[in-house]
């Protein structure tokens, strides 16, 4: 992006090096879209009833049509976990960074420490959360509150699940805008302090600016992820109501196989919510960039 | 930022993937025959001489893993069949394997022998992903009786000969003995106290198993006994049980743990409870696993079992055979030699993993009986007479997924 400002609009030459690099990221495209491809009409066919395990395939689109009460809830549920962990991660992964930024000593084993936060499994995270927050867990034996212990895990308000989605994404957010960032913002800074900018002024006005676009990308790659994952939903959260992947894996494996058809239906709106929120986000980007 | 293809590009992409798509889910639905039939035990043994039988099974039991590598695997090795043991998470998930590779026509499974009963043996004998009659081949088979109703039929689904027995459990409850010094004798007993302790008692929220059979000893309580409420499932049936039952847990929940705005997520997370004193009352389908949790803290010694006047259910489990088993010889054997006296004698012992033998003891030899006369009492679990005192059998499988989605909508759901 910051080389195509510099030699200013697309020359012949260079779109032929477009040609060529999109040929090369054939190779890597070609296979996920055919299992993407591949699952999505398997996921349609059983949808629909056209892929059965037992009996005469027959066209019906009663898994469609049968509970969308419940799948609005479900989505509804799923939305809102999605989008409270988006925010804080973004909040809490844009502050991190800004502090390794600004400290260097301290920053750097701060940035050492989100990256190992990143390789540990949301299923292990998902039962640290839990032994923290629980109503018998470490939290509340270390404040001796044991009757006025909110609900935390398995609570209405899902808090568990999305503190474990925003400890987790956070890192991940904090680490892409460090990336993304730290090679242009020291000289900005630098040039912005000579001219008299506090270090509030030098974060909103300066480091803010540079990371949007980062923070934008690892926006919509933790909707997506927190939309679509299981086990902190799974472990952490209430009986009802349920987030979108946890019950399209609790028909999925139900006893009853008639139950398929409207997992394969739940799968398919989450796969349907996450596209309209990528297309938006890349609307949003095309638009910050043709902007500046 | 990322590199883009061109719209033309783009076209040519999506019915790429569309025909690869039709062409690798268009060989679904191929059916796989069972790879050969014996005449006899002899030709079974023959045939599995070498083989590696895969054993899919519950992985979360300690003690059943250590009994299944310890103890039946060496059994098997002297046989010529090496017995490997697939640890799942859940049963249906080995279900979920085989009929997997059934819809891609695959004969040569990778799934041998599943530790299966209930709904995952219904679901796939409705599949047909089960190899059938092959049981009477098992020389084994005649310590058991004949007429056991615990053995014939499987969560009302009849058995013929599609899986051998394995062992046999009872529904329990337990309590904590310092919290409740006159427990309750029956099951409106325990609600009457969950309802007089509020916050007290909860159950798992089904379709958990143990929650899902706590749903049903609740309903045939509400039915007035287990022999008020027909065995097969029935439209009419579940309209004329199923409400009161689902009324009264639903009435039930402003005195649940946490006012029933949530259930625990399975036995473990129950037993969780249990364990920090959170509630008084748990439950298991498997009390064989109470002496180990009790003697190893993770349960309060004060532990108890309650044995309810009425009696629990109980259920018998079993090994069934996938249709496409890649060794079913093998399968057989192993299936054979759990059923022998000495490893049902090696498994009820509570040191082992203490599960009820599915063996008629009074058709063994002496020294056979011995084997069980010398096993040690456990000083937490009353032996299985005790607990199986007016038991009854499980309902038709047909009714667990009724039950439990009823319940999801009317109690889970409830505002």
Same mark, same amino acid.
């Given at each position: 992006m910051a080389?195509?400002?510099?030699?200013?609009?697309?020359t012949?030459?260079?779109? +032929?090096?477009?040609?060529r690099?999109?040929?090369?990221?054939?190779? @890597?495209v070609?296979?996920?879209?055919?299992?993407?491809?591949?699952?999505?009409?398997? @996921?349609?066919?059983?949808?629909?009833?056209l892929?059965p395990?037992?009996?005469?395939?027959?066209?019906?689109?009663d898994?469609?049509? +049968?509970?969308?009460?419940?799948?609005?809830?479900?989505?509804?549920t799923?939305?809102?976990i999605a989008?409270? +962990?988006?925010?804080? #991660?973004?909040v809490?992964?844009?502050?991190l960074?800004?502090?390794v930024?600004?400290?260097h000593?301290?920053?750097?084993?701060?940035?050492?420490?989100?990256a190992a936060?990143?390789?540990?499994?949301?299923?292990?995270?998902?039962g640290?959360?839990?032994?923290?927050?629980?109503?018998?867990?470490?939290l509340?034996?270390?404040?001796?509150?044991?009757?006025?212990?909110?609900?935390l895990?398995?609570?209405?308000?899902?808090?568990?699940?999305?503190?474990?989605?925003?400890?987790?994404e956070?890192?991940?957010?904090?680490?892409?805008?460090?990336?993304?960032?730290?090679?242009?913002v020291?000289?900005l800074?630098?040039?912005?302090a000579?001219?008299?900018? #506090?270090?509030?002024?030098?974060i909103?006005?300066v480091?803010?600016?540079?990371?949007?676009?980062?923070?934008?990308?690892?926006?919509a790659?933790?909707?997506?992820?927190?939309l679509?994952?299981?086990?902190?939903?799974?472990?952490?959260?209430?009986?009802?109501?349920?987030?979108?992947?946890?019950?399209?894996?609790?028909?999925?494996?139900s006893?009853?196989?008639?139950?398929?058809p409207?997992?394969?239906?739940?799968?398919?709106?989450?796969?349907?919510?996450?596209?309209v929120?990528?297309?938006?986000?890349?609307?949003v980007?095309?638009r910050?960039?043709?902007?500046? | 930022?990322?590199?883009?293809f061109?719209?033309?590009?783009?076209?040519f992409?999506?019915?790429?993937?569309?025909?690869?798509?039709?062409?690798?889910t268009?060989?679904?639905?191929?059916?796989?025959e069972?790879?050969? *039939?014996?005449?006899?035990?002899?030709?079974?043994?023959?045939a599995?001489?070498?083989?590696?039988?895969d054993?899919?099974?519950?992985?979360?039991?300690? $003690?059943?893993?250590?009994?299944?590598?310890?103890?039946?695997?060496?059994?098997?090795?002297?046989?010529?069949?090496?017995?490997?043991?697939?640890?799942?998470a =859940?049963?249906?998930?080995?279900?979920?394997?085989?009929?997997?590779?059934? !819809?891609?026509g695959?004969?040569d499974g /990778?799934?041998?022998?599943?530790w299966?009963?209930?709904?995952?043996?219904?679901?796939g $004998?409705?599949a !047909?992903?089960?190899?059938?009659?092959w049981?009477?081949?098992?020389?084994?088979m005649?310590y058991?009786?004949?007429?056991?109703?615990?053995?014939?039929?499987?969560?009302?689904?009849?058995?013929?000969?599609?899986?051998?027995?394995?062992? $046999?459990?009872?529904f329990?409850f337990f309590?904590?003995?310092?919290?409740?010094?006159?427990?309750?004798?029956?099951?409106?007993?325990?609600?009457?106290w969950?309802?007089?302790?509020?916050?007290r008692?909860?159950?798992?929220?089904?379709? =958990?198993?143990?929650? /899902?059979?706590?749903?049903?000893?609740?309903?045939?309580s509400?039915?007035?006994?287990a =022999?008020?409420?027909p065995?097969?499932?029935?439209?009419?049936?579940?309209?004329e049980?199923?409400?009161a039952?689902?009324?009264?847990?639903?009435?039930?929940?402003?005195?649940?743990?946490?006012?029933g705005?949530?259930?625990p997520?399975?036995?473990?997370?129950?037993?969780?409870?249990?364990?920090?004193g959170?509630?008084?009352i748990?439950?298991?389908?498997?009390?064989?696993?109470?002496?180990?949790?009790?003697?190893?803290?993770?349960?309060?010694?004060?532990? $108890?079992?309650?044995?309810?006047?009425?009696?629990?259910?109980? *259920?018998?489990?079993?090994?069934?055979l996938p249709?496409?088993?890649?060794?079913?010889a093998?399968?057989?054997?192993?299936a054979?030699?759990?059923?022998?006296?000495?490893?049902?004698a090696?498994k009820a012992?509570?040191?082992t993993?203490? !599960?009820?033998?599915?063996?008629?003891?009074?058709?063994l030899?002496?020294?056979? !009986?011995?084997?069980?006369?010398?096993?040690?009492?456990s000083?937490?679990v009353?032996?299985?007479e005790?607990?199986?005192?007016?038991?009854?059998g499980?309902?038709?499988s047909?009714?667990?997924?009724a039950?439990?989605?009823?319940w999801?909508?009317?109690?889970?759901?409830?505002?």
């Amino acid at each position: 992006m910051a080389a195509r400002r510099r030699f200013g609009p697309m020359t012949g030459r260079r779109a +032929s090096t477009t040609g060529r690099a999109a040929l090369l990221a054939l190779l @890597a495209v070609v296979p996920i879209v055919a299992v993407v491809g591949v699952s999505l009409t398997a @996921a349609g066919l059983q949808s629909v009833g056209l892929m059965p395990f037992i009996g005469p395939p027959q066209l019906s689109a009663d898994a469609w049509t +049968s509970e969308t009460g419940e799948l609005i809830r479900s989505s509804v549920t799923s939305v809102y976990i999605a989008a409270v +962990s988006t925010v804080l #991660s973004l909040v809490v992964g844009f502050m991190l960074a800004a502090y390794v930024l600004a400290m260097h000593r301290m920053g750097r084993i701060v940035e050492t420490l989100s990256a190992a936060t990143i390789p540990i499994p949301h299923v292990i995270g998902a039962g640290a959360i839990g032994l923290l927050l629980s109503d018998s867990g470490f939290l509340e034996r270390l404040l001796g509150m044991p009757d006025a212990f909110p609900a935390l895990v398995s609570g209405p308000w899902f808090v568990a699940v999305i503190a474990e989605y925003a400890w987790k994404e956070s890192a991940f957010v904090a680490l892409v805008v460090l990336g993304s960032i730290s090679r242009s913002v020291g000289d900005l800074c630098d040039a912005a302090a000579t001219l008299g900018a #506090s270090a509030g002024q030098r974060i909103v006005r300066v480091v803010l600016p540079l990371a949007v676009p980062s923070l934008a990308v690892s926006a919509a790659i933790v909707f997506v992820y927190t939309l679509g994952s299981y086990e902190a939903a799974w472990l952490l959260g209430p009986t009802s109501p349920e987030p979108l992947p946890v019950r399209a894996v609790r028909l999925f494996t139900s006893v009853d196989l008639a139950a398929r058809p409207q997992a394969m239906v739940t799968a398919l709106v989450s796969v349907a919510v996450s596209v309209v929120v990528i297309i938006t986000a890349v609307l949003v980007l095309r638009r910050h960039r043709s902007l500046r | 930022m990322y590199p883009s293809f061109s719209p033309e590009r783009r076209r040519f992409l999506l019915p790429a993937a569309a025909a690869l798509a039709l062409v690798l889910t268009g060989c679904s639905g191929a059916s796989v025959e069972p790879a050969e *039939n014996f005449g006899t035990f002899d030709e079974v043994l023959a045939a599995a001489a070498g083989q590696t039988v895969d054993l899919w099974m519950f992985g979360g039991d300690a $003690k059943g893993n250590a009994y299944v590598d310890d103890v039946l695997a060496p059994a098997a090795q002297d046989q010529g069949v090496t017995l490997r043991r697939v640890p799942i998470a =859940d049963t249906p998930d080995a279900l979920n394997r085989v009929l997997s590779e059934l !819809q891609a026509g695959r004969s040569d499974g /990778s799934v041998d022998l599943i530790w299966a009963n209930g709904s995952t043996f219904s679901t796939g $004998k409705q599949a !047909q992903a089960w190899q059938c009659g092959w049981t009477d081949l098992l020389p084994n088979m005649r310590y058991t009786d004949q007429d056991d109703p615990l053995l014939l039929n499987d969560f009302g689904t009849p058995v013929d000969g599609c899986e051998a027995p394995w062992h $046999k459990a009872q529904f329990t409850f337990f309590y904590n003995s310092d919290a409740i010094t006159d427990p309750p004798t029956s099951l409106e007993g325990i609600l009457e106290w969950a309802r007089a302790n509020p916050g007290r008692f909860t159950y798992p929220g089904p379709p =958990d198993f143990t929650g /899902s059979v706590f749903l049903r000893e609740v309903m045939l309580s509400t039915a007035g006994g287990a =022999d008020q409420v027909p065995l097969p499932y029935s439209d009419e049936a579940f309209s004329e049980y199923a409400p009161a039952a689902l009324q009264t847990l639903e009435e039930l929940e402003p005195s649940l743990w946490r006012e029933g705005a949530t259930y625990p997520r399975d036995e473990q997370a129950l037993n969780t409870l249990f364990a920090d004193g959170e509630v008084d009352i748990a439950m298991t389908y498997g009390p064989a696993t109470l002496t180990d949790l009790v003697g190893s803290g993770a349960l309060p010694p004060s532990t $108890k079992v309650l044995t309810l006047e009425e009696g629990t259910v109980g *259920n018998a489990s079993f090994l069934a055979l996938p249709v496409n088993a890649a060794d079913a010889a093998g399968a057989m054997v192993v299936a054979n030699i759990a059923l022998s006296p000495e490893q049902q004698a090696a498994k009820a012992d509570p040191g082992t993993w203490g !599960q009820f033998t599915v063996l008629d003891t009074d058709l063994l030899t002496p020294t056979q !009986q011995n084997l069980f006369a010398q096993l040690p009492e456990s000083p937490i679990v009353p032996d299985y007479e005790e607990l199986s005192r007016n038991a009854h059998g499980e309902l038709g499988s047909e009714w667990v997924p009724a039950l439990n989605e009823a319940w999801r909508q009317d109690v889970a759901s409830a505002p």
